[in-house]
């Protein structure tokens, strides 16, 4: 069953971000706004298509560090701290993703193109130079099937491409099948409306029957400089959750923060 996402418009959303991005308090992170200033818990749950935030319009300035790959440390240093994590359980990993095989029983996409974006939408394909990249799990309150961002940071040439792929695999990429032992995943994509956050940004969702309904995959990909960030969630029947924009909004900060200090 194929789902469309339209786009809407949050004022109080739109506002609630802003603050969070210009609002500084004595107990924040230099640079960044008191905890109490981000957006309302009820964020959480709104819709996909609702603006990321009052981040900086895409074509903005680049960092001046933007070119030069973070290290994984500072990767990793850059995540959104627990303190602005309001509506979570307060227990949001973050680690540096390490190698490892592929898991051979688990088949790739049915259609190339789709492989392709996943591949690059979760920092799994394979430039010259591999990336940086660290995964973070987020444990929202009242959310059974969870979410989480991959934080890739590359040269500033395989940021760019890496980004190009998964645009362009959105261009053709309608439907696939993968199967996994004992499993057949059968994946309908649809185009979101294209949130105002970094330098270029897409979302997607992917829709999947089970036996308990439609399952909602929603993801937003944002390139800023050379990182490229993605954020995942997942929804089940009647739910409208996506990832909360006024997260993704500092995320999107506190990677351009790292690239200017590179």
Not at 173 to 192: F, M
Not at 195 to 206: L, S, T, Y
Not at 223 to 233: I, K, L, P
Request: net charge positive; charged share 20%.
């Amino acid at each position: 069953m194929r789902t469309r996402r339209t786009r809407r418009t949050t004022g109080l959303l739109a506002l609630a971000a802003a603050a969070a991005l210009t609002a500084v308090g004595c107990t924040a992170r230099p640079g960044l706004p008191a905890p109490d200033a981000t957006a309302p818990p009820s964020a959480a749950s709104a819709p996909a298509g609702a603006s990321a935030a009052a981040a900086p319009a895409p074509g903005s300035a680049t960092p001046a560090g933007a070119g030069r790959r973070l290290s994984p440390a500072r990767l990793l240093s850059a995540v959104v701290p627990e303190a602005y994590l309001r509506d979570s359980y307060g227990t949001n990993p973050a680690a540096v993703r390490k190698p490892r095989k592929a898991d051979t029983g688990i088949e790739p996409p049915s259609d190339p193109a789709c492989a392709r974006l996943l591949d690059a939408a979760n920092a799994r394909h394979q430039p010259d130079r591999p990336p940086a990249v660290v995964e973070q799990t987020f444990n929202w309150k009242d959310d059974a099937y969870g979410s989480h961002s991959v934080l890739a940071s590359y040269d500033d040439a395989d940021a760019r491409a890496a980004f190009a792929q998964v645009r362009d695999g959105l261009a053709t990429c309608r439907a696939y099948e993968q199967r996994s032992p004992g499993r057949l995943y059968q994946g309908t994509v649809d185009v979101a409306a294209t949130p105002v956050v970094g330098d270029e940004a897409v979302q997607f969702q992917i829709t999947a029957p089970t036996e308990d309904g439609p399952h909602v995959t929603r993801y937003t990909v944002v390139r800023t400089g050379n990182c490229v960030a993605t954020f995942v969630q997942s929804a089940g029947r009647n739910e409208n959750r996506a990832f909360p924009p006024y997260v993704i909004a500092l995320q999107v900060m506190l990677l351009q923060q790292a690239q200017g200090a590179a």
